[in-house]
């Protein structure tokens, strides 16, 4: 059956620019773009969706779904700096989730994602009591909501020795047996190079396939930097480059700390997208990307949300200068991310255009002041300013409308959801 939505303003910030525009799918491909009124067809159903804005679903650059059943909690210790942040906050959440935790958690976070617009999630997986298989579970949560994932285990140091291969091993497996999915993908996960050694990193280039990128944190804070350089290395990137771990595809995230080679090496790899977390990093105040030196980036939460809009407005907020490009943010939050969607779920054709997949988002925004492609995003930051949806369709199946999940028991699954976060915080608390 066909599925036409409309009438509303239908634009992927790029080269589809309709008022009064709708969209038709058929078999979970975009059939027919264009006004309205020329696409109605009686064999077609119909979501009504009166005048509001119809925009390809959105991306979540980097995500940790591990960490949706974190709000409320405190850590449990001081967090006067980024390391004490990690030490007594996400490392003990995360070596408190079991099978049921990670699962549950990840529903969570990809029910958030889907009432917020988002289609595709990077997701960064840490649960260090768990290993073998916890990417099975987040896997089943992306199964049950329909949401389009690249998933990693990020392998550290600070599990230990003994759990190094487990580590490895999760990534390879899962992104061995996901190859040909049709909306699931692997990519290898690390944590960061300050808890990454020599040896480790050794032992990852042997287990690398050549085609296998990595997804890694780069640049967070100082102290992964000063690692890097106490170790001889020009910098984060050059480290890495170094060990040949950014031959394929890779995120880097954050890339606030970096040196004026890692700057340079970011310029001349082409496939390395840096992902920019504005609303994590304002909250660990640990500075922020250099929008001057990094022009090719894209936006991830970091965990913080699944909202990609409201993180846009952040990125625009807290980061405002003199030399302030709207047009370089533009491109930032439309054409860089088709890029990078492009290279990791390749497609028939761009966003919005005949045969590509029909991954949309419908935002509750019904633009009322003038809107042209020049000033989309001023409707997105100071118009819309959360990306809360009305409607949410991935691979052409309505995941998301009007409040409701038609493919899930919402009710069953939030008792689900509360009975694994009341779990995981006595697991989380009995650390102390
Ligand atoms: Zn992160």
Redesign the pocket.
């Known amino acids: 059956m066909k599925l036409l939505i409309g009438p509303g303003w239908v634009t992927n910030g790029t080269d589809v620019f309709i008022e009064n525009g709708g969209i038709v799918i058929d078999n979970g491909r975009i059939e027919a773009v264009g006004r309205f009124e020329d696409l109605r067809d009686p064999h077609a159903d119909w979501i009504p969706t009166h005048g509001r804005l119809i925009l390809p679903g959105f991306l979540v650059a980097?995500h940790?779904l591990y960490s949706a059943l974190a709000p409320g909690i405190s850590p449990l210790g001081p967090t006067p700096n980024f390391r004490k942040i990690l030490e007594n906050l996400w490392w003990p959440l995360d070596r408190a989730l079991d099978a049921e935790t990670v699962y549950a958690s990840a529903l969570h976070g990809l029910m958030d994602a889907l009432r917020h617009g988002v289609t595709l999630v990077f997701d960064?997986h840490a649960s260090m009591g768990f290993i073998r298989g916890s990417l099975q579970q987040v896997a089943r949560a992306f199964e049950e909501t329909g949401v389009r994932g690249l998933l990693a285990f990020e392998v550290s140091d600070r599990a230990g020795a003994a759990t190094l291969e487990d580590q490895i091993r999760e990534n390879l497996d899962f992104w061995e047996r996901h190859r040909n999915h049709p909306r699931l993908r692997g990519i290898f996960g690390l944590h960061a190079n300050f808890t990454l050694s020599e040896d480790t990193l050794r032992r990852i280039r042997e287990a690398l396939p050549p085609d296998l990128g990595i997804h890694i944190?780069c640049g967070?804070d100082r102290e992964d930097l000063d690692y890097a350089l106490r170790l001889g290395y020009q910098g984060l990137v050059d480290r890495l480059h170094r060990f040949g771990l950014l031959g394929a595809p890779s995120l880097l995230?954050h890339c606030i700390h970096l040196t004026d080679r890692d700057y340079e090496l970011l310029g001349t790899l082409d496939t390395t997208w840096v992902v920019s977390?504005p609303e994590?990093n304002a909250n660990n105040q640990v500075g922020r990307m250099d929008r001057r030196r990094i022009r090719t980036y894209l936006l991830g939460t970091?965990?913080m949300s699944g909202d990609m809009v409201a993180t846009l407005r952040s990125h625009y907020l807290l980061g405002r200068g003199k030399d302030e490009d709207f047009a370089e943010m533009h491109r930032a939050f439309f054409e860089h991310r088709y890029a990078a969607q492009q290279v990791f779920f390749p497609d028939a054709a761009p966003p919005f255009h005949p045969g590509s997949r029909a991954d949309i988002a419908v935002l509750e925004y019904q633009p009322v002041t003038p809107l042209r492609p020049d000033n989309l995003l001023g409707h997105l930051i100071f118009g819309a300013r959360t990306a809360r949806a009305f409607l949410t369709i991935v691979d052409g199946q309505v995941r998301y409308h009007a409040g409701e999940f038609p493919h899930l028991n919402a009710d069953e699954a939030r008792e689900r959801i509360r009975a694994a976060a009341r779990k995981l915080w006595e697991r989380y608390y009995g650390q102390t």
């Open positions: 980097h940790h960064h944190h967070e995230a977390n994590s970091d965990g």
